[in-house]
């Protein structure tokens, strides 16, 4: 039985830079607030690379009630109580060297790229986006290359219209197991759903994996791959897994 189901933001339960799919956001959003009184609807949470404000904003939408993960694991908010933690792997050192890699992105690689913006936002990683699939490209081979070669604590990821540098033990699947243990449920009680190459590890952990049509082909591969792109593949996702719960409890 399928007791939470997590949800990737960029390109799964938002389409970055366009309006959101509101008839299937809403749908999602009618089943989590029916999750409260029928267990073989899963409640839903978050984990994005995405900062707090931008988190925390889905999360009152959607009438999530149970923590969520932001930042890729480096941070854990809940909406109900205003609770905000931060990753204990990030501090000291850590925090020290994140800090050396935000300025030398702002200052060597902004420059070759000003339509880049840097999610000043955020507390444990590096983020950045653009519209522009290309130029994200060549942000990401610069950012991989640097942190590669002098900052082996990190890693790089990439989507559609972002690049992440973010602390390795910090990354979707810690955030994930932190999630599980602070709700009681093991890995084969979470179903997660993403897109890019920063949900590979958290997909290979849940218990039950998904990907939208639009995923990157690794994601596809070891995930059960919806007929619909980003929200309506949620959407799509989340009813099999309450078609799934309701067969099981007869």
Not at 42 to 54: D, I, M, V
Not at 100 to 127: C, N, Y
Request: some cysteine.
């Amino acid at each position: 039985m399928i007791t939470y189901f997590v949800l990737d933001l960029d390109g799964c339960l938002t389409y970055p830079f366009e309006t959101p799919d509101w008839k299937s956001v809403t749908k999602i959003r009618e089943y989590q607030l029916q999750s409260g009184k029928d267990h073989t609807i899963p409640a839903l949470s978050l984990c994005t690379g995405r900062p707090l404000p931008y988190a925390e904003a889905v999360a009152q939408w959607m009438g999530i009630r149970d923590t969520i993960i932001f930042e890729s694991g480096g941070g854990f908010f809940h909406p109900l109580t205003n609770e905000l933690t931060w990753s204990p792997h990030f501090s000291g050192e850590i925090a020290k060297k994140s800090q050396e890699i935000r300025t030398w992105f702002g200052t060597h690689v902004l420059s070759q790229f000003p339509a880049v913006m840097l999610e000043f936002a955020k507390h444990t990683d590096v983020g950045m986006v653009h519209t522009d699939v290309n130029e994200i490209e060549q942000v990401y081979e610069i950012a991989r290359k640097r942190i590669e070669a002098d900052y082996p604590e990190f890693e790089v990821h990439q989507t559609g219209v972002s690049v992440n540098i973010i602390v390795k033990a910090c990354n979707k699947v810690s955030g994930l197991k932190f999630f599980a243990e602070r709700q009681g449920v093991s890995a084969s009680q979470i179903a997660y759903i993403g897109d890019s190459t920063g949900d590979l590890m958290a997909l290979d952990w849940a218990g039950a994996p998904f990907a939208p049509s639009n995923a990157i082909r690794e994601v596809r591969e070891r995930s059960r791959v919806m007929k619909g792109e980003a929200t309506a593949g949620v959407l799509e996702a989340y009813e099999a897994i309450i078609a799934q719960n309701r067969s099981l409890s007869g």
